[in-house]
C-alpha cells in the first residue's frame, strides 16, 4: 500500500524528492521545497518520523539556507550530513549536526561547482566530479575530517589555465515587473567596451548557467565577443517559485526577460547595439528561435543548438517520458494546441530577418532534429539567410570531441563574421 509521506501542508509537501531512510528505520529524510519569500523559498532538508502505520506528524526541517538551495546530501553514520548546497551558481559543500542542523564544518573546493559526488561507504572521503570557468570536469578525492586537502585522481589534474580564457562575473539586475534576475559575464581581455557581444541561453528551462566550464563561451570569448549568459525566470538554483515562474500562461514573462537582459547590457554600455548575436541550447535554442521572431532588429544573428521550433512538433516527435514531463512546463498538446501554436516560433518565421544557424544531433529524439530540418526548410523557402550543420552519430548533447571542437568553431565563426 502506497501512502505520501508528507502531507501538502507539511514542511516541503509542495514538492519533495530524494527520500532516504535513518540508519535505524524510525524516520525518513527528503530534499524539499521549502515555502519562504521568493528566491527565498529554498530546497532544504525535512525529516518525517515514521510509526508502524506511515508517517507521523508534518516532520521537522532540518537543513535550509535563504541563499541557496540544497542540490543534495548524504546521511553519514556519525549524526551528520553533508550537504551539497548550490549558493548563487556555486557549490558549497558543508558538514551539519543532523540532530539539530548545526553548521560542524565547511570542506573547500579546489573549483566552483560540483556537478557529481560519490560519498565513500565509511563516510569519510567524497570522491567529486568538479569544474570552473577555466578548467575542464576532472575527479578529486577529498577527506571530509578537514586535515587534508583535495587530490586530483590520477589522469584528472588540472590542465594549465590558458591565457586567452576568462573568469566570469557575476551581474544583477531587476526586470521591469520586480523579478531579480542574474547571469554570467565573459569579457575578453583587452576588450573595449561597448562590445560586440552573444547572449547564451541555457536549456532545461530549468537548467541554470553556473561558473563552470564551457568550451564554446570560451571559444567566442578567445575571438574577442563579449558572453553573456542569463539566468532568466524558470532557471533553477534560485527557488522553487523562480523555476516555476514560467510555466504554462506565464512564459510570456520569461520571453521579456530577453529583451530586458539585451536592454541591461546596452544601458550598462556593455553591449553595443546592433552587434548583439543570440545563442541557446535544447530550450535555450527554443528562446533564441523565440527572440528573433518577437523582436526582429533586438539581435543581428543567431544560432540554436538542439531547439524546438514548433512545440506541437515537438510533443508528437519526442520521448514519450520526456512529453509527459513537458506538460507542466509548456501545457497539453491537445488541450493547449492553441496555446502551444501561440508561443511557437515556427508561426513567425516570416518575422525572422537577422541570420540564423541551426546546429543539430541527426540522433537526437529528446529535440527530434526534425526541429531545426524544419525550421531550416521554412527559412530558406523565404529567402531567409539561414545555416543548418547537423552532427552524425550525436544525440541531444554534443559528446564527441571532434564534433564538439567543429560546433564551437562554427558558432565562433558565425558571430565573428556577423557581429
Known sequence: MQRPVLRPDAPGGVAS???????????????????GPLLADRAGLVEVPLGPDGPVGKGR???????????????????????????GGRTELWLHDLADGALVRTVPLPDAVLPGWSLAADGS??????????????????????????????????????ARTVLPERLDHVAPDGMPLSGWLYTPRGAHEPNRTVVSFHGGPEGQH???????????????LTVYAPNVRGSGGFGR???????????????EDVRTTVDELVTAGIAAPGRIGAHGWSYGGYLTLVALTRWPGLFAAGATLAGMSDLRTFFAGTEPWMAAASVTE????????????????MAALDRVTAPVLLAHGDRDTNVPVAESVQAHAALTARG????????????????????????????????????
Open 17 to 35: 524528492e530524494d527520500g532516504r531512510f535513518s540508519a535505524d528505520g524510525r524516520s525518513v529524510h527528503l530534499r524539499a521545497s521549502l515555502p
Open 61 to 87: 526541517v532540518v537543513l535550509r539556507r535563504a541563499d541557496a538551495d540544497l542540490d543534495g546530501y548524504a546521511l553519514r553514520a556519525d549524526g551528520t550530513v553533508l550537504a551539497v548546497w548550490n549558493a
Open 125 to 162: 572521503t567524497v570522491v567529486a566530479e568538479l569544474t570552473g570557468p577555466t578548467t575542464p570536469r576532472a575527479l578529486w578525492r577529498m577527506k571530509l575530517d578537514g586535515r587534508c586537502p583535495a587530490v586530483p585522481l590520477p589522469g584528472s589534474a588540472r590542465r594549465p589555465r590558458s
Open 210 to 224: 553556473r561558473p563552470a566550464f564551457d568550451p564554446l563561451v570560451q571559444c567566442l570569448v578567445a575571438a574577442g
Open 241 to 255: 517559485a523562480f523555476t516555476t515562474a514560467d510555466d504554462l500562461g506565464a512564459r510570456e514573462a520569461s520571453f
Open 330 to 345: 509548456y501545457g497539453d498538446p491537445v488541450a493547449d494546441a492553441g496555446m502551444l501554436a501561440t508561443i511557437s516560433p
Open 384 to 419: 531567409a539567410p539561414c545555416e543548418l550543420l547537423l552532427l552524425p552519430g550525436e544525440g541531444h548533447t554534443v559528446v564527441g570531441r571532434d564534433h564538439l571542437v567543429e560546433l564551437s568553431g562554427a558558432v565562433t565563426a558565425w558571430f565573428d563574421r556577423l557581429l
